[in-house]
T-cell receptor, first 116, second 112 residues
C-alpha cells in the first residue's frame, strides 16, 4: 500500500521548534486531507484541499499551517506546538466530484508526533 | 453538527465467536464507509454502502445500511485473530456541501 506516503513517520519536537509534515499521493486524486488522531478520540478532520484550494478548516489553531503546492503534495507546517498536540497525524486523498466529497479516502501511514 | 457514534467502544471475543459493531448518525447520510485500523497502523478502506437497506458481504464480513440511512452495522462471523483492530464507520451527510464524519470506533480484541 504505497498510494499515499507520509514523512517523517515519527517526530519528536520541542514547543519552540518549527517542523513540517509531508504527504504525497500517487493515485491521481484531486483532494487531500489532514486528520488528527488522538487516543480515545475519533478522527478529527483538520484541513481539506480540493484542486489545491483549501475548502474546509475546522477551527484548527493557527500553530498548524497547511500548504498544498499541487494536487500530489500536501504539507502541514508546525510551530510553537503544545504537548496536547501530540497525536498521530494522518494524510488522506480522494477523487472528488463537483459537489463535495463523494469518493473513498485513502490514508497514508501517518506521522506519530510527540511534543515535549 | 453531524455526530456519528459507534457501539460498543471495546469488544473482547473468543476466537470463533461472532462480532457486531453498530454505527448511528444524528442526521441522514448519503452513504457510509467502513474502515479497519490494525494496532499501530492506519485506517484502511473496507467498503462503501449507498442504498437504503443495502447489505454487502466480504467473506466473513457483512455490512448493512439502515432503511432510514441513519445507521449501519458490521458483523464478523467466526472471528479470527487477524480481525483484531479498530473498526470505524464514516458517514457522509446528505444535502448541501458533503463532508465525511468519522465514528468513534470499536476496538476488537480476539482471544485465541
Amino acid at each position: 500500500e504505497t498510494g499515499v506516503t507520509q514523512t517523517p513517520r515519527h517526530l519528536v519536537m520541542g514547543m519552540t521548534n518549527k517542523k513540517s509534515l509531508k504527504c504525497e499521493q500517487h493515485l491521481g486524486h484531486n483532494a487531500m486531507y489532514w486528520y488528527k488522531q488522538s487516543a480515545k478520540k475519533p478522527l478529527e478532520l483538520m484541513f481539506v484541499y480540493s484542486l489545491e484550494e483549501r475548502v474546509e478548516n475546522n477551527s484548527v489553531p493557527s500553530r498548524f499551517s497547511p500548504e498544498c503546492p499541487n494536487s500530489s503534495h500536501l504539507f502541514l507546517h508546525l510551530h510553537t506546538l503544545q504537548p496536547e498536540d501530540s497525536a498521530l497525524y494522518l494524510c488522506a486523498s480522494s477523487q472528488d466530484g463537483d459537489v463535495g466529497f463523494t469518493d473513498t479516502q485513502y490514508f497514508g501511514p501517518g506521522t506519530r508526533l510527540t511534543v515535549l | 453538527g453531524q455526530q456519528v457514534m459507534q457501539i460498543p467502544q471495546y469488544q473482547h471475543v473468543q476466537e470463533g465467536e461472532d462480532f457486531t459493531t453498530y454505527c448511528n448518525s444524528s442526521t441522514t447520510l448519503s452513504n457510509i464507509q467502513w474502515y479497519k485500523q490494525r494496532p499501530g497502523g492506519h485506517p484502511v478502506f473496507l467498503i462503501q454502502l449507498v442504498k437504503s437497506g443495502e447489505v454487502k458481504k466480504q467473506k466473513r464480513l457483512t455490512f448493512q445500511f439502515g432503511e432510514a440511512k441513519k445507521n449501519s452495522s458490521l458483523h464478523i462471523t467466526a472471528t479470527q485473530t487477524t480481525d483484531v483492530g479498530t473498526y470505524f464507520c464514516a458517514g457522509m451527510n446528505s444535502g448541501g456541501y458533503q463532508k465525511v464524519t468519522f465514528g468513534t470506533g470499536t476496538k476488537l480484541q480476539v482471544i485465541p
